[in-house]
């Protein structure tokens, strides 16, 4: 293991003591909230000049960077969907910093550049992070988002012509569009302009949902909804197939119970209506015959199921059941050809089944194998729609879907420098410290002997009732053609087996989520396939907490770690950005007991000083305004100040980007190069 040549940067520590709760908690490096102090900015610089200096020593570097970029450089077709009487889908012939959006008339057409983002920056660091077509398909609404930050400006472009309308709209944020039918404009979501030292950190509250009309400034959108009581709602705003009814979702934070109000679009002045307002369950809206609404809901049935609401007589005792809950998942229900196509999740991969109006079971998908399916987009009316199907060895294929006859066809299939026959996947189940079963899928080189020296890559989330299902990833296919092993475990805490293993990883019961991943790498450990000096461990965002919590819990057990994006500081999440809204999961640091949990695990106030870590590559964002990218630096300091080995704990701050959406195609590379350059040599894996 290479050890750093010049020392870590010498960071200030506060004396700075809270008493919270009666209890006093030290917060060092408090400091380094304030990104924009010349003190911080030069911490930075300081820390990435280490870090740097280290990576590029390392000789194995060059060669990953040379197969990353070989891999990567492969066709990757979004889902198509029509409107009106044009398709539209997203390209990225491989190395493109950003999709390209493209239509045409005819599937067998040569598709037309609608929207090319590469040409917005120099650096493809101008992502486009939404899009709605108006239902005839003459007009794009579309958004851009800047260094991968979460705000968004909307634009109108003409589909025909290419050209710009005047069309500007700022300060969105968690916001899609969608048009009303006759062309006139669209709803979207926004917060009140922040101050501008507030942009990046400020919490985000009063959610506000607007219609915008065409032609217009502005300042003379009209306001649809908004709750000066509720300041932790948020809104989304959906115009349904047949343009008659606004759906209002409501939402408040990551909670997973949701309302659905809605407001009737041919009546002027129709008042906003509460249809399902007790925030009891999750709904989603499916589609709409006339008055009669159709939700999937998770309302007294934990795994999901269809339910049918008339909005004349919306009481529960009135709702209609058309497709029961099953055992397995069910994940989301599309209305399509006045069909519904239902997505469940079996044990993490996909089924996909097709129902009627009254819920009878007409067929089930063809799917090419155990892998994950999405799309199946489209209106009431539509007689095909697309999907993608996708597996750890297999980049998304795209398939079109005759919703009449059940037929499948190949529409795209992207091709790339290697072959998936060489590969396998398997999955297993392991037992967590309560005896619960946890899946977890292991994927390899066929023939790779499985023993004490195998390089292992142990991935997870665990959180927010999100799934962790079988997908394909240019830099996983790296770490196994290196002779890596890559394991993916199904935490509870996610949303693999519906709201009961979603509940069990959440609040006081977050230790569980930590345990299923410790379970998953001492199982590895315990069947022989790998050890600790060989094992790596990693996760991004609610999985950079889940990598930051296991290492300081238990630095015996791994070799190497990869916090990304973390959440990493516990007592004060709620305070920067829509931290507030992750309470669903997490609990507040307010509420005495929840802070008692909190603090117990929190991976910024658990190092120890004196202690052997493992060596760590800390990885954030300096624009990352979803996980505000403090969170890494003090714990980055943290880990240093507290380092008792000789093991490297470093930290990688990009700049001009996020929390990862929209980042391009050169730093994403970048970034999986300089992994595991990292985790090869902390690893001593013989390349």
């Avoid at 307002?277 to 006339?290: I, L, M, R, S, T």
């Avoid at 195609?665 to 990292?678: G, H, P, Q, R, V």
Wanted: one cysteine or more; glycine letters at 8%; hydrophobic letters at 35%.
């Amino acid at each position: 293991m290479t050890v750093p040549t010049q020392p870590y940067p010498t960071t200030r520590r506060q004396d700075l003591v809270e008493t919270l709760h009666g209890q006093p908690v030290a917060d060092p490096y408090r400091w380094l909230e304030d990104l924009n102090s010349p003190e911080t900015q030069a911490w930075i610089a300081a820390q990435n000049e280490v870090t740097q200096a280290y990576l590029k020593q390392l000789p194995q570097r060059e060669r990953i960077r040379q197969r990353l970029t070989e891999l990567w450089n492969y066709e990757r077709y979004g889902i198509p969907f029509k409107r009106g009487d044009r398709y539209f889908l997203t390209r990225n012939d491989g190395l493109q910093n950003q999709a390209v959006l493209y239509w045409l008339e005819h599937l067998d057409d040569e598709p037309k550049v609608l929207l090319d983002p590469n040409t917005l920056s120099d650096d493809g660091t101008v992502a486009l992070s939404g899009y709605a077509v108006s239902d005839d398909g003459s007009l794009l609404a579309y958004a851009l988002s800047a260094s991968g930050s979460d705000w968004m400006e909307w634009r109108v472009r003409e589909v025909a012509s290419g050209a710009d309308r005047g069309d500007l709209v700022q300060w969105a944020k968690f916001s899609g569009a969608s048009w009303t039918h006759d062309n006139a404009g669209f709803f979207y979501s926004r917060y009140d302009a922040p101050a501008e030292s507030e942009a990046y950190k400020g919490s985000n509250y009063f959610h506000k949902l607007y219609y915008h009309q065409l032609g217009t400034a502005q300042s003379e959108d009209r306001l649809i909804y908004e709750r000066a009581d509720q300041k932790e709602w948020n809104f989304q705003g959906e115009v349904t197939d047949d343009g008659r009814y606004l759906i209002i979702y409501v939402s408040r934070g990551t909670f997973r119970q949701n309302g659905i109000f809605y407001q009737d679009l041919t009546a002027p002045d129709s008042p906003v209506v509460e249809l399902l307002n007790q925030f009891d369950a999750e709904y989603q809206f499916v589609g709409n015959d006339g008055p009669l609404f159709y939700f999937k809901t998770d309302h007294s049935a934990p795994l999901g199921r269809l339910i049918a609401v008339d909005i004349r007589e919306p009481a529960v005792a009135q709702w209609q059941e058309r497709i029961a809950e099953s055992t397995d998942t069910l994940r989301s229900v599309r209305y399509l050809n006045r069909q519904f196509v239902a997505n469940y999740l079996h044990d993490a991969h996909s089924r996909v089944q097709i129902f009627d109006q009254e819920g009878a079971l007409i067929r089930s998908v063809d799917l090419p194998g155990v892998g994950t399916a999405g799309g199946f987009g489209g209106d009431q009316d539509s007689k095909e729609t697309f999907y993608s199907f996708t597996s750890f060895t297999t980049p998304g294929v795209i398939y079109r879907y005759d919703l009449e006859s059940g037929e499948s066809t190949l529409f795209r299939q992207p091709t790339l420098q290697f072959d998936p026959a060489l590969y396998e996947t398997k999955q297993v189940f392991y037992t967590s410290k309560d005896g619960t079963q946890v899946p977890m899928f292991l994927c390899h080189k066929k023939g790779l002997e499985l023993n004490a020296e195998t390089p292992t890559y142990l991935y997870a989330y665990g959180g927010f009732n999100i799934p962790l299902t079988p997908g394909f990833a240019a830099n996983i296919l790296t770490w196994m053609e290196m002779g890596g092993l890559f394991a993916q475990p199904n935490l509870r805490g996610g949303g693999e087996y519906g709201k009961e293993w979603y509940q069990a990883g959440t609040l006081e019961r977050k230790q569980n989520v930590f345990d299923d991943f410790i379970a998953a790498a001492e199982w590895l450990i315990g069947q022989g396939y790998t050890s600790t000096p060989k094992l790596v461990i990693a996760g991004g965002s609610n999985g950079g907490l889940l990598v930051g919590a296991c290492m300081t819990q238990r630095p015996d057990l791994f070799g190497a770690c990869l916090p990304a994006v973390g959440v990493l500081d516990m007592l004060r999440f709620h305070k920067f950005t829509i931290g507030w809204a992750w309470v669903s999961d997490y609990g507040s640091p307010d509420d005495p007991e929840q802070f008692q949990t909190l603090l117990d695990y929190s991976p910024y106030h658990n190092l120890k000083p004196g202690t052997h870590y493992p060596a760590t590559l800390i990885t954030t964002g300096d624009h990352d305004d979803r996980v505000f990218p403090a969170h890494s630096f003090k714990f980055a300091a943290a880990l240093q100040h507290a380092q008792g080995g000789s093991a490297p704990t470093l930290i990688r701050i990009e700049t001009k980007a996020g929390h990862g959406a929209g980042k391009p195609t050169a730093k994403l590379i970048e970034e999986a190069t300089d992994k595991w350059a990292f985790v090869v040599d902390a690893l001593e894996m013989a390349l």
